[in-house]
Every structure is written in structure tokens, then in C-alpha cells.
């Protein structure tokens, strides 16, 4: 698969270039056809200048076509040809002429004779007279000498002033006697013609510009200056002695059908000028009047230019809109994409989550009903445990007061005997028997009200050396009994400790008590009692040289009614009571064995300087 930017960048490509082409065309056919619109433009201008210009020459031909045949009729003019000797006539003809000649306003009006001197002329006080110049060369003459009218466009060889001449002949005596001939000047038509943005020429027969609005092009050829026009032009004088000269100018046809010429003005510039062309066959002229195209095609360049801009614009525009478009929807379809993503992790994640959720759901219902049965067995072991304990506990009591009981029954019974037959001293020796069973049970009855004990009771601090001073007086008749000794070792310094007097001497008579017990078959029957301080912790220990505590046991000698000791020995109460103590005071009892043989049991207390638990309310 092809890079979807590329693909896109191809296709900006193939729009720029078909743009392009659509730019060039447009400047193509938009400058042909511009051209033309401005070339018909000034053509149209054009022809009414030439209008103008013909009408104004027409109109001034028209003005004296007919007065020479006039003049021809005139009397005077005919006595003048048939007496030319006369010279007061001549004279007098003379100044006639001339008074005509200035009512008629045209330049000169003069008579030749048969061999085509002058005779009379309007000029013939000037510095330069007609009168006497022959002019039998002259169309104008040679044409009225044929019977026919003359009219031709010269230099005047004399005056050297272009005019137009027309000719008629005189009759008289039946033959032609003469010629009368009106020269009329063209130099205020051309005048007028100066200072246009156009240029206006008059050709003759042979191409000859003899009237023009360009100074420079005066008596230039169109044509090529050859040896026929120039003998042509000499025959008749037309242009007296001026040298003709070649117009450097090509015509071409335009496509749009306008005629086009081109002049070489200097050397290396050419104008162009478009020409518009009349023939005024009745003089044989031929009027063209040329618009320069500079200002026409620069029009027709700065229309084009400015089409080609606006339409580049355009085009431009067109494509910024596309572009953004292009953009705006990559951008929107990005952006979908990753919304799309986006859902559809979002979507994922949910399922995930959902999953686990279901899953965790799972797990809580699993544990609920696992915590349910956990809390049913623990509820039915509480309940099992309570019972056994209290089976235990009603065996051992039922059988620790039995035997007593059965003892005192027994020796109650014997007393009464022995009182009836009047042994007092054997009877009062049983009831003594009897006061000691008593005593024995009051004492289980004791340790069981511990049980009872409130926990939580308020601690203070107590001298240890005093507590274990009560307690060993307790029990005193026990060491003596077992025939056991003790070591104590209490350090130098009196000893604190965070306690209840009553509860700690209790714990001491138990744990020294199962010491004298353990040493009972000992050789050693030494029980060593040491106690230390610590930073803010005491640690008493109490160490027998018996057979230690049975591996396997563990922490079951903390249990109530544990006991290994044989029936109506042990109550097997002492360390647990003892332990619970312990807990109350915020301290820590421990049973291990010494590695050198017997067990240790250590009470780890707090010292009364220490942050926690002083209170110096009573205590039990
Ligand atoms: P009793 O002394 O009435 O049996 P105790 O709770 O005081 O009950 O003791 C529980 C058991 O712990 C004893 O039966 C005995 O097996 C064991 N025991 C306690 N002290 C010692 C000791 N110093 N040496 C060995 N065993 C001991």
C-alpha cells in the first residue's frame, strides 16, 4: 500500500499542473483575443478619423472642382488667350485674377497659353510670379489642352508649395486656346491632422506620402524608390527637384483581418501601426490614417495580466479552500480514529475491569462464605473447647474433692468411734486430719476464684525483693517438705516493678512451687532465683535442676488444666492463671529449657520509672 501523503502530494502535483495549463491557456487565447477586442477598438476609432479626414479633403476638392470650366467661360479670359500682346489687358487681367484669387481663397489662379507659358497669374507681383514660367509638363495642362479636365497634386516647381491644381481648357475661336488653372493649398487640412495619437497620410498613384501629419515621412515611398517611379514622377515635375526616399515599412494582415505596419522609426526601433486605408479614386489618392498598436496591445497585455492574476487568485483560493479542506478532514478523521481508539479501549478496559470486578465478586463471596464457615468451626470449637474445659474441669473438681471428701468422711466417722470409746486423742488427731482436708480443698476453691480474677486492675509499683519475701513464706513449708534449698540473686540495687503484690506473689508461688516439684527426685534439688534490671524492663528467672519440660509440650503448659503431675497432685491451673497475670501486668512470661539441664521460667516485667502503665492507686 502507497503513503497515503504521497498520494495526495501527487495529486496537489497533477491540480498545480493542470492549473498551470488553464493560466497559459487563458493567457494564450485571453491575449489574442484582448488584442483583437483593442485593435476593433481603435480600428473603430480610427475609421471615423479617417471619415473626417476624407470628408474635410473631399469637401475641399469639391469646394472648387467646378470653378476652372468657370473660369474658362469668362470673357475676359478668353480675350486674354486670343490677345495675349495686349499688356494693358494682361495687366489688367493680372490684378483681376488676383482679386479672384483672394475671393475664392485659393492659393493661386493664374492662365497659360496654348504652349503652356503664363500668361496672367494671381501671383504676379510676387517674388516669385508664374507669369512667364511654362508649365507644359503639367498634367493639368496637357489633360485641358486634350479637351479633358485637369487635375493633379504637385510640388510647385516655382513656389515650392504642394497644391492641387485644377485645369480647364479655354475656347475660343473654336479651338483650345488655352488653359486656366486653380492651385489650392492643403496645408491647414494637414495642420489640423498634427497632434493626434494617430498619424494620417495621403498617397498618390505611386505610393508617394505627399500629405501627412509626420513631418519626416513627407515625399517617402511606400514602395521601393525604382527607376520606373522616378521617371514617372520626373516626367511630370510632380515633385519638382526633391529626392525621393523609401518609407522602411512592411504591411502584414493581422489573424483578427487588421492591416498592420510596421515602420522602422530609428535605427533598430520599430512602430507598429494599424492602417486603415481610403481611396479617393476621384483624386487618386489614397488615404490612410495609422494608429500606433503600442498602446492597444499594451492594454490588451494589462487586461490579460490582470484576468491571469485574478484567475491565478482564484485558482489560488480554490486551492487554499481545498487544501483546508483536505486538512480539516485528515485532521477530523485523526481525530475520529483516536477517539475510535479510545472507545474501544475504553470499551476494553470496561470488559476488563468488569471481568475482574466479577471476579473480585467471586473471590468476596467465596471468602464471605469461607469467613462464615471459619467463623461456624471457630464458633463450634469455642463451644467444644468450653465444654471440654468444663468436662475437664468438673472431672478434675469432682475428683479432687472427692477423694477429700471421702478422707474427711472417713475420718469423721472414725472420730466418732473413736470418741464413743473415749480415745479423745486419737479422735482430736483425726479431726486435726480432717482440718488439713479442709484446708487442701479450700485451697483448690482459691486458685479457681482466680479464674474470676478482674483483669485490667490498677498496677503500682511494687519492691520485688518484698513480694518474693511473702511468697517464699507461703511456701516455705513446701521447700522444707521437699527438702529443697534455694539461691537467690537479686543484684545490689532494690528493685521496681509495675505490678499487682498479691497477683505477682501468687505467680511466684506457682512457678517456685512447680520448681520444687520438678527437683523433688533430684540429687541437686537447688532452685536459683535471679532478677535483673535492664533499661526499663526486669527480667526475674527462675531456673530448677529437674528434667526440664518434656519436648513436645510446648505451649501447652500454659493451658488450663494442663498438668503432668498425678491426680490430686496437680491442678494443672498454676501457669495458666500465672501467664494471664503476666499478660495484665504488660509483661511476658517464658518457659525453655537450660541447656545444662532443667527449666527456666522467666517474667519479663516493666520497672516503675518506666513511660507506661504508672498508677499509684491501690493495687491487688
Ligand atoms: P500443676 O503444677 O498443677 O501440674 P501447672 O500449671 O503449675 O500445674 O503446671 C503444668 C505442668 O507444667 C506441670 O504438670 C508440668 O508438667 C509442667 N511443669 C511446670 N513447671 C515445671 C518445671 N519446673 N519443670 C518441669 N515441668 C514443669
Redo the contacts with the bound molecule.
Sequence with gaps: MSDPRLVQRRRWLAWGFVALGLLLATAGWGSTYATRFYFSEAEARGQNTLRLATAVLRGQLQRYERLPELLAEDEGIIKLVSNPDDAAFVDEMNRWLKEVNDLLESSDLYVMLADGNTIAASNYDTNAPFVGNNFAYRPYFLEPMAGREGRFFALGTTSFKRGYYFGAPIRAEGRIAGVVVIKIDLDAIEETWRGGDFEIIVTDPEGVIFMTSKADWLFMSLAPVSETLLERTAETRRYADVTLRHLPAAEQTHDGGFRLMSVEAHAGSTREFLVLNEDMSEAGWSVKVLLDTASARAQAFNTVSIAVLALGLVTLSIAIYFQRRARLRERRQIERAAHEQLERRVIERTAELAAVNTMLEAEIGERRTTEQMLRKTQSDLVQAGKLAALGQMSAALSHEFNQPLAATRNYADNALVLIDRGRVEDARANVARIAGLIERMASISKHLRNFARKPNQRLRPVDFGQVLADALEIIGWRLKAGEATLAIDLGDTPITVMAGPVRLQQVLV??I???I???NEEESRTVEITARQDGGEVTIA?R?H?????LG?GGR??D?F????GVG??????????YNIIKDFGGELL?RNHPEG??V?TIVLKTADAPAGLVLEPAQ
Design positions: 506457682n512457678i512451687g512447680n520448681a516439684d520438678a527437683v527462675v530448677d529437674g528434667p526440664g519440660i518434656s509440650l503448659i500454659f488450663p494442663f498438668s503432668t503431675k497432685k496437680g491442678l494443672g491451673l498454676g501457669l495458666s492463671i500465672s518457659a532443667g527449666a521460667f
